[in-house]
């Protein structure tokens, strides 16, 4: 036996007092001049388990482990500072099912404000999520934010289609309904006399329905006004031209039920197109 392994067999129980208080065998063995194998095997001899003084990786993580979050520490960082491999700690930790950061935490919490702006946009604006998303710049992917609003039982495809305007239809919060092969009725506010109803999509994109029936009928049919002998192509623009916008609605009710209405010193009529020449 060598002079060192005497000394350290010498001196084992207040070097065991002084490993258990957190010095490592490294340094140890440094005052001794020797190495941390001869420490080891010396130890050994006297009946002292080397491996049981020190603490596991394990222990070492598991008492330390909010302390490192707090501090922020990343893997590299802690691996070097323990003295072991990254790999080592990655595993260590998994197997003990820790997380060094609160990642997910941190994610999830910024899907919750991710969903808010979605849900605030679409409700201000229609369209769809991915739509949304896109228009808002963020960072958080379609199936995350339908994950939040289904846990909320939130449903945002009413809004699919809305706050468009087609024509004269403004299209509006409500019930998408599937018909034909696909198409579907959008929910509609006609622009020029506030009624409400159901137009189908494709129409309403290739512009074949650009008011509700009963605006369309006078829109498309010419106005006449009898004492000037003037002609034009709408009501909406005889109107205008005559100043007489604010009593549009009654004066379109009334050549709707009779065909002329008299107002402010004119006669308005409708003229039928086909025989307009
Ligand atoms: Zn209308």
């Known amino acids: 036996m060598s002079v060192k392994s005497e000394a350290v067999k010498r001196d084992s129980e ?23 194998s001869l420490v080891k095997r010396a130890l050994n001899g006297v009946g002292v388990d080397i491996k049981r003084l020190l603490p596991t990786l394990a222990n070492t993580c598991r008492e330390n482990i909010n302390e490192w979050r707090k501090e922020g520490k990343t893997l590299d960082v802690l691996a070097e500072e ?10 260590t930790l998994h197997r003990l099912g820790l997380k060094l950061h609160h990642r997910e935490r941190m994610r999830s919490a910024a899907v919750d404000e991710a969903t808010e702006e979605v849900i605030k946009y679409i409700h201000q604006r229609g369209g769809n999520i991915i739509k949304a998303i896109r ?25 699919r289609f809305s706050y468009r305007t087609y024509g004269d239809w403004y299209t509006l919060p409500g019930k998408v309904e599937e018909c034909y092969v696909n198409d579907k009725k959008i929910y509609a506010r006609c622009l020029r006399c506030g009624s409400t109803g159901y137009v189908l999509y494709t129409n309403l994109l290739a512009a074949k329905s650009t008011g509700c029936m009963s605006c369309r009928t006078w829109t498309q049919k010419t106005v006449r006004v009898v004492e000037t002998g003037e002609v034009y192509k709408s009501l909406r623009k005889a109107v205008i031209k005559l100043d007489l916008l604010p009593a549009y609605q009654r004066i379109r ?25």
Do not use: C, H, M, W
């Open 14 to 36: 207040s070097i065991v007092a002084r490993i258990k208080a957190g010095a490592t065998i490294t340094a140890i063995a440094d005052e001794y001049g020797t190495y941390p």
């Open 82 to 91: 323990l003295g072991v491999k990254r790999s080592s700690l990655v595993s």
């Open 135 to 159: 228009d808002l710049g963020l960072k958080v992917s379609e199936s995350a934010i339908r994950g939040r609003l289904a846990e909320r039982g939130i449903d945002l495809s009413s809004f």
């Open 253 to 277: 009710q009334n050549l709707n039920k009779s065909g002329s209405y008299e107002i402010g010193g004119f006669t308005i009529e409708a003229v039928d197109p086909s025989s307009d020449g």
